[in-house]
């Protein structure tokens, strides 16, 4: 047999029904921009010449096999031995489970309260439409129910198939099949962990305003020790967040919050200077005009913020 043939060549295309399933997710990378994930796949077609048969269990090597390419960057290694089930009629069934960490770009401009959509792309290598196509196996398109991923929330997966994809490499069309799953980022981490205690310094910095003007000394110490313990703060969590080359939803939250505390050290030496030139009416006003103006701020700034999230 001539494995470097495929049935009946002069015929009708061959059809190659394909399908993938999610077994695990092992972890999606911001940072590296990657997933590490283990799949199922199956591929079945029809080839005559191997109807004598039945029920043999064959190397890839003794058959014709169609190769499948993986277009993200990476690999995935086969964890099953390479072999094919001949059925009835000549029919082959390739199953086999692969595994590994593989490029999928993330949209990050919502972060911490974005979603993902991240695309595995698989492509009939040898093969134009006309000679063999894949076909969607969809009783094999799924995922397991148990996942070993803590910090997202797998909504599902689907999967098409694009019978006229130009392959650069080749500039020749070919059949790809397209895994696309949906990811959503469990938010609460980044809630608790970041939200909340920069929130919590920055009511802090409001303190300075119920405090008598009189009093510069504790006033000017607690906003320098609201302005530090923020900053302190922030370089403590930076390793909780992704380094991008542009501004995401956490980004502008922190930026906005390191402000407001900023502008709550700045009236505190307003008040301070307006006590030393016996002006202390005009300090306890702007005060009191701070105790509403800073809180209202602050969740106008949030909303702006978080407006397309919430």
Request: with cysteine; proline share 5%; net charge negative.
């Amino acid at each position: 047999m001539r494995t470097h043939i495929r049935p009946d060549p002069d015929g009708v295309p061959t059809v190659i029904k394909t399908g993938v399933r999610v077994i695990d997710i092992r972890e999606i990378n911001d940072v590296d921009q990657t997933i590490t994930i283990d799949l199922a796949i199956r591929r079945t077609w029809q080839d005559d010449r191997l109807a004598a048969l039945e029920g043999c269990k064959l190397e890839i090597g003794s058959v014709w096999f169609p190769e499948l390419v993986l277009l993200n960057s990476g690999r995935l290694f086969e964890r099953w031995p390479e072999t094919v089930t001949i059925g009835p009629n000549g029919t082959v069934t390739y199953l086999q489970r692969i595994s590994g960490t593989l490029a999928s770009y993330h949209a990050l401009r919502d972060f911490p309260f974005d979603s993902q959509a991240i695309d595995l792309s698989f492509i009939l290598l040898d093969y134009e439409p006309e000679e063999a196509f894949i076909e969607l196996d969809a009783e094999f398109v799924g995922i397991y129910d148990v996942l070993n991923i803590s910090d997202w929330r797998i909504k599902g997966v689907a999967a098409q198939i694009d019978s006229g994809f130009i392959a650069d490499a080749f500039d020749e069309t070919r059949t790809k099949l397209d895994l696309t799953i949906e990811a959503e980022r469990i938010r609460a981490f980044y809630v608790w962990k970041i939200i909340l205690p920069i929130s919590l310094i920055v009511f802090m910095s409001w303190s300075v305003f119920w405090i008598d003007p009189a009093q510069y000394g504790p006033q000017i110490g607690l906003s320098a020790t609201s302005m530090l313990t923020i900053i302190a703060f922030i370089f403590a969590a930076t390793n909780m967040l992704p380094p991008l080359g542009y501004f995401t939803l956490m980004d502008f939250f922190i930026g906005g919050a390191t402000i407001f505390v900023f502008l709550a050290l700045l009236v505190s030496l307003t008040t301070t200077y307006l006590n030393t030139i016996k002006y202390r009416e005009g300090a306890k006003i702007l005060d009191i005009a701070c105790r509403f103006v800073f809180p209202l701020a602050y969740v106008a700034f949030n909303w702006f913020v978080f407006r397309s999230v919430l």
